[in-house]
C-alpha cells in the first residue's frame, strides 16, 4: 500500500529560478496538506485542499507561492521567482477528512536555493 | 488566532527512564490530537493520537492523557530507550481538517 509520494526528493536550483514540487496522496484520501519545515519557524500549514478545492490558502507566504490540485491524485507546488530563504522541506500530507483526520506525511523534497 | 503550546522544547533522559511532554491548545473546539515522532531526516509519523471523548489511551510503552477543561494533553514514553531520541510534535485540529502544530521538543534518551 503505498503512502504519500513526493518528488524530487531533493532540488538544488538558483536564486530566481522556477521550482515545481509534486505530491501524490494516499489512494482514496480527499484532503491534502503543503507543509514547509525550518529550523526557525517549525512545521508550518502553506495550503491545504478538500476534494481538490483550495480551502485554505492562509499559509501561503507571498505571491511567489502557488498550489494546484488539478485531479484527486496530484498536487503540485509552485514557487516562482525562488529565494534563498525559501530553502526549507516541504512536506505533503493526506487524510480521509471527515472519516479520519490523521494526516499522513510524504518523504518531503528538501529544496535548496543559492 | 488558534495556538498550541509545547514544553518542553529539548529533554534529555537516562536510558529506562520515563519522559513527559506536555501541551496547551487554545481552541476548545479541537476534538483531535495527534502525536508525531520525526527523526532527523525523514518525515514525521504518527505514534499516537487521541480524541476528545477518552481521557486517556495507551500503545506498549507510549500513553497520551487528554484534560478538556484545562485544554491541555501530554505524551508519556515509559522505559526509553535510544531509538525514542527524535523531536515529537503535538498537535490540535482546528476545524474538521486542518491541525495547528505545536514547537516540537527534542528527546534525548542517554544510554
Known amino acids: 500500500d503505498a503512502g504519500v509520494i513526493q518528488s524530487p526528493r531533493h532540488e538544488v536550483t538558483e536564486m530566481g529560478q522556477e521550482v515545481t514540487l509534486r505530491c501524490k496522496p494516499i489512494?482514496?484520501?480527499?484532503?491534502l496538506f503543503w507543509y514547509r519545515q525550518t529550523m526557525m519557524r517549525g512545521l508550518e500549514l502553506l495550503i491545504y485542499?478538500?476534494?481538490?478545492?483550495?480551502?485554505?490558502d492562509s499559509g501561503m507566504p507571498e505571491d511567489r507561492f502557488s498550489a494546484k490540485m488539478p485531479n484527486a491524485s496530484f498536487s503540485t507546488l509552485k514557487i516562482q521567482p525562488s529565494e534563498p530563504r525559501d530553502s526549507a522541506v516541504y512536506f505533503c500530507?493526506?487524510?480521509?477528512?471527515?472519516?479520519?483526520?490523521?494526516?499522513?506525511f510524504g518523504p518531503g523534497t528538501r529544496l535548496l536555493v543559492l | 488566532g488558534e495556538n498550541v503550546e509545547q514544553h518542553p522544547s529539548t529533554l534529555s533522559v537516562q536510558e529506562g527512564d520515563s519522559a513527559v511532554i506536555k501541551c496547551t491548545y487554545s481552541d476548545s473546539a479541537s476534538n483531535y490530537f495527534p502525536w508525531y515522532k520525526q527523526e532527523l531526516g525523514k518525515r514525521p509519523q504518527l505514534i499516537i493520537d487521541?480524541?476528545?471523548?477518552?481521557g486517556e489511551k495507551k500503545d506498549q510503552r507510549i500513553a497520551v492523557t487528554l484534560n478538556k477543561t484545562a485544554k491541555h494533553f501530554s505524551l508519556h514514553i515509559t522505559e526509553t530507550q535510544p531509538e525514542d531520541s527524535a523531536v515529537y510534535f503535538c498537535?490540535?485540529?482546528?476545524?474538521?481538517?486542518?491541525?495547528?502544530f505545536g514547537t516540537g521538543t527534542r528527546l534525548k534518551v542517554l544510554a
Open positions: 489512494s482514496g484520501h480527499n484532503s
Open positions: 498537535a490540535a485540529n482546528s476545524g474538521t481538517y486542518k491541525y495547528i
Open positions: 500530507a493526506s487524510s480521509s477528512g471527515n472519516a479520519s483526520p490523521t494526516q499522513y
Open positions: 485542499f478538500n476534494n481538490n478545492v483550495p480551502i485554505d
Open positions: 487521541i480524541r476528545s471523548n477518552v
